[in-house]
């Protein structure tokens, strides 16, 4: 497993190692031990949730303000420009956003930790989200951040034609939304550190 810090820190971009031979291919999604191993973090995931979604379907921006859900996101199918954005107030990254292409073809993951915001942009004819979360899924928390908010200002790869829900087209700019408070992350203790 091959995991990479991106530009907000938190945000991983995970890379199976990958078994191929002539009949095909096999690699583990999720082992906890190594994810732990390379990160310093355990989550518990206690929910897994599978989207799919036609092309040019954006879904998002949601969080959760209490039972906040940090999420484990690959593609099964197709490919998807996946968001995470930093909504946690006081975060030294806060209101900046990680974009990654994840498809099938790639099979890369994102972890994206609790206090964040998530979405996605369909980019193939259907495209297929598997994610695992680390908290239920809560409609009384549950909020949507508005997917085209300037300051926010993703970068989306498309922005003529998208098919959102009434919800989504609703979604608060971060200026006006509710957010959940920032928390440091905890990490346990990593094998290599000294102390």
Do not use: P
């Given at each position: 497993m091959n995991i990479t810090p991106l530009s907000i820190p938190e945000v991983l971009r995970v890379e199976p190692r990958?078994?191929?031979?002539?009949r095909g291919?096999?690699?583990?999604?999720?082992?906890r031990?190594?994810?732990?191993?390379?990160t310093g973090l355990a989550p518990r995931f206690v929910q897994e949730n599978h989207s799919v979604s036609k092309n040019n379907v954006l879904r998002g921006l949601h969080y959760q303000i209490r039972q906040a859900q940090g999420k484990l996101v690959r593609v099964v199918a197709g490919a998807v420009f996946d968001v995470a954005v930093d909504i946690r107030r006081g975060s030294p990254?806060?209101?900046?956003w990680i974009g990654e292409l994840l498809s099938a073809d790639n099979r890369r993951q994102l972890w994206i930790p609790p206090g964040f915001a998530h979405g996605f942009l369909a980019l193939s004819v259907s495209a297929e989200?598997?994610?695992?979360?680390?908290?239920?899924?809560?409609p009384e928390y549950e909020r949507c951040l508005y997917w085209d908010d300037p300051q926010v200002a993703i970068d989306w790869p498309r922005r003529d034609g998208l098919i959102l829900s009434e919800k989504d087209?609703?979604?608060?700019r971060l200026a006006d939304a509710e957010l959940p408070r920032y928390r440091a992350p905890v990490r346990r203790p990593m094998p290599t550190d000294k102390g």
């Open positions: 990958l078994f191929s031979d002539s291919l096999f690699f583990e999604s999720f082992n031990r190594e994810f732990q191993r390379a990254t806060f209101a900046g989200l598997v994610y695992l979360t680390t908290d239920y899924w809560a087209r609703q979604g608060l």
